[in-house]
């Protein structure tokens, strides 16, 4: 493994001591097991599942605030919120397809650590699956049009 870059030592050289024995303890802790920014993804990936859902539970109450069905959320009819029903629609769509995506990653990182593969590259997957659920989770909201929702259809590439 290679030492790193000048410009991270000078970086880490200018944190303050508190916050560099955190990333030094951080640091050590990778080195003991190099899964680990790896298997951190798992709970990023979770948070992504969920942006949608927020999405759409903001415009929901956003447009129709005490008239908000909680009781039975999935029984509210999305073409009542006017405008927002595209929106909330798509959101809906995206919530669930990210539950679908979501096992499948979780199982390839765990088999990646079961299998040893190279952790490095494990981890790399790891942030571009992050990275691309993050702009298909973008386009997908946004998408409400044939542009962006190629845009969408392409980021799953």
Not at 133 to 150: D, E, M, S, V
């Amino acid at each position: 493994m290679a030492a790193p870059p000048a410009w991270v030592m000078q970086a880490f050289a200018k944190l303050p001591g508190p916050a560099q024995q955190r990333a030094q303890a951080l640091l050590v802790r990778v080195m003991k097991d190099q899964y680990l920014p790896a298997l951190a993804t798992v709970p990023a990936a979770w948070l992504l599942v969920y942006v949608p859902h927020f999405v759409k539970f903001g415009l929901m109450l956003r447009q129709r605030k005490s008239e908000y069905n909680n009781v039975t959320p999935r029984s509210e009819d999305p073409d009542a919120y006017g405008e927002a029903a595209g929106v909330i629609k798509r959101a809906i769509a995206c919530h669930m397809n990210g539950f679908e995506s979501f096992s499948a990653f979780v199982a390839a990182v765990v088999l990646c650590k079961i299998q040893k593969a190279k952790p490095m590259k494990v981890a790399a997957l790891c942030f571009k699956y992050l990275l691309w659920r993050a702009l298909f989770t973008a386009f997908y909201l946004a998408g409400g049009n044939r542009p962006t929702a190629a845009l969408r259809s392409l980021s799953w590439f």
